[in-house]
């Protein structure tokens, strides 16, 4: 199994996407303004940066798993951003969660290896040093940009990294 794991808010909330369209750009400042309502709720993410990101993945033989314990794979599924043969399934840990284990890079890592997973991260992670032993597998993207043909491109070269 070879799984991409994306960070849902910079891949799928572009700026470009957000100012777009009127209705968009009002309904993310009304979300700025209340954070805790989930994003997802308020706005609709940006369906030709979901198709992009589906269609890279698929080229390249990657399922697909969100970053973090935020934008969660049922919460996607319910929302109908992805579809559940295109995301890589859960994976109950046999471990006990440490105070430090909400990081989401360590979380991507655990979540691989119970999967026996080759896996890959794209998207704002917050913590590109922690990748820096990993650099074949972390696809670097400019924050806000969304999935560009440039990273849509390193996705799809991925096929070739069995």
Same mark, same amino acid.
């Given at each position: 199994?070879?799984?991409?794991?994306f960070?849902?808010?910079?891949?799928?909330?572009?700026?470009?996407? *957000?100012?777009?369209?009127?209705?968009?750009?009002?309904?993310?400042? @009304?979300?700025?303004?209340?954070?805790?309502?989930?994003?997802?709720?308020?706005?609709?993410?940006?369906?030709?940066? *979901?198709?992009?990101?589906?269609? +890279? +993945?698929?080229?390249?033989?990657?399922?697909?798993?969100?970053?973090?314990?935020?934008?969660?794979?049922?919460?996607?599924?319910?929302?109908?951003?992805?579809?559940?043969?295109?995301?890589?399934? =859960? +994976?109950?840990?046999?471990?006990?969660?440490?105070?430090?284990?909400?990081?989401?890079?360590?979380?991507? *890592?655990?979540? +691989?290896h119970?999967?026996?997973?080759?896996?890959?991260?794209?998207?704002?992670?917050?913590?590109? @040093?922690?990748?820096?032993?990993?650099? =074949?597998?972390?696809?670097?993207?400019?924050?806000?940009?969304?999935?560009?043909?440039e990273?849509?491109?390193?996705? *799809?070269?991925?096929?070739?990294?069995?």
């Amino acid at each position: 199994m070879r799984i991409l794991y994306f960070d849902t808010r910079s891949l799928l909330y572009s700026h470009q996407y *957000i100012h777009s369209d009127e209705s968009v750009h009002a309904a993310f400042e @009304e979300w700025v303004k209340n954070p805790s309502t989930m994003l997802l709720k308020m706005v609709k993410p940006d369906p030709k940066g *979901i198709n992009r990101l589906r269609s +890279a +993945a698929l080229e390249a033989g990657l399922l697909l798993y969100p970053l973090g314990s935020y934008y969660t794979r049922e919460l996607l599924i319910e929302n109908g951003v992805f579809g559940e043969d295109e995301l890589a399934p =859960e +994976a109950e840990s046999s471990f006990r969660m440490r105070m430090d284990d909400s990081d989401p890079v360590r979380q991507l *890592i655990a979540h +691989a290896h119970r999967l026996n997973a080759k896996w890959y991260v794209c998207g704002d992670t917050g913590s590109k @040093e922690l990748f820096q032993p990993y650099p =074949e597998r972390y696809l670097s993207s400019r924050f806000g940009e969304g999935v560009t043909r440039e990273l849509v491109a390193k996705i *799809i070269k991925l096929k070739s990294a069995h």
